[in-house]
């Protein structure tokens, strides 16, 4: 199918599946759309199906399907290019992890998590809030750092006065230590991270009940009347499912907190320089990691998956499987996935 984008609203432009019919939508898009036509907001996308480009009409930007890709069960979408936009979204869980321009599908994610307030991380904010108010969906749950907040709920202001419309959200600000309970039920910690400005990263846990060890295979009427008795044969099991870094330099690597992020099945973890024409140095100093630091610390990574983003622009896609392949050892490599979408021509790689 192929994508289009209209202009639905004097200030919002959404891209939506070329649809000679509505019903044809998917239901929150084909929702919105009869809203907006009701409204009379819509600039006419029925009798425009042939010859749809409007002088007026223009995408505020290229607008590109990225594929979804599946990583242990779980679908990861959305874009990570370094200094231009990040945002991970994981429509299983209804998390979008940064949203730096607001892809239009992390609008549909209920729970942003903020690893920082750099633009390229935070910029699309607005926009999810906004268009979630529009679709009359429940109001985004933003989950970010206590001493961001302030400044977060400001930037909503401007919007809210710039646009008249109440932008509900909730703010949930925390910090390292913190221990929050998502809409999705995983229990989310933040650990901290180290970038030029306020940064945290977040680990994610399920809670399972699991038959203690000293009851297991024994008969199911056994241990039917035990808990009738009243005994305690189940403990609580947690497991790190997840884990983001958003931006960050490898201190984080050795830091007391991350131990979970180091074991969670699948790590979300930045990876912005990846030959020598950048020095580790630099990159440290900028508050990013090198590839020298995952082959220093490659013995450290316990994780299933390690889902690699925020490579720098700098990069070709050909150049960043070239450099993973060479540079990284075999069993750290084999875990590794790039993340490549906004690289052109990973296709090619
Ligand atoms: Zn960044
Ligand atoms: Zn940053």
């Not at 646009?163 to 230590?177: F, H, Q, T, V």
Request: aromatic share 6%; charged share 20%; proline share 6%.
């Amino acid at each position: 199918m192929q994508a289009q984008t209209v202009r639905a609203h004097k200030h919002l432009h959404l891209r939506l599946v070329q649809a000679p019919l509505v019903g044809r939508l998917a239901p929150p898009a084909g929702a919105l759309l009869q809203r907006l036509q009701h409204k009379g907001l819509c600039c006419g996308l029925l009798h425009q199906q042939k010859n749809f480009w409007h002088p007026s009409c223009q995408p505020v930007r290229a607008m590109a399907s990225w594929p979804s890709i599946e990583i242990g069960g779980r679908k990861v979408e959305g874009i990570s290019i370094a200094g231009q936009e990040t945002c991970i979204i994981l429509p299983q869980l209804s998390l979008a992890l940064d949203t730096g321009r607001c892809p239009q599908r992390s609008a549909f994610q209920r729970t942003v998590l903020l690893s920082h307030a750099h633009m390229d991380h935070i910029g699309g904010l607005p926009f999810h809030v906004a268009t979630r108010a529009l679709q009359g969906l429940p109001p985004t749950t933003v989950v970010l750092p206590s001493c961001v907040a302030k400044a977060t709920e400001g930037l909503l202001e401007a919007h809210r006065a710039l646009d008249g419309s109440e932008m509900r959200c909730d703010i949930l600000p925390c910090k390292p230590g913190d221990e929050l309970v998502l809409m999705n039920k995983l229990i989310c910690r933040p650990f901290q991270t180290f970038h030029p400005v306020p940064s945290q990263g977040y680990t994610l846990f399920s809670r399972k009940q699991k038959l203690k060890a000293e009851y297991i295979g024994r008969p199911s009427e056994e241990i039917r009347d035990l808990r009738l008795s009243g005994q305690v044969v189940t403990e609580q099991l947690e497991t790190c499912e997840l884990a983001f870094t958003g931006d960050t330099g490898p201190e984080f690597i050795t830091a007391e907190g991350s131990a979970d992020a180091l074991r969670a099945r699948l790590l979300i973890m930045e990876l912005t320089f990846l030959d020598d024409k950048v020095a580790p140095e630099s990159a440290h100093e900028m508050g990013h990691m090198h590839i020298d630091d995952l082959v220093d610390h490659a013995d450290k990574f316990k994780n299933e998956h390690i889902l690699l983003i925020h490579f720098s622009a700098r990069y070709s896609a050909a150049q960043i499987f070239e450099n993973l392949d060479d540079r990284l050892p075999a069993d750290l490599r084999k875990r590794c996935i790039p993340f490549m979408n906004g690289f052109l021509d990973y296709s090619k790689a």
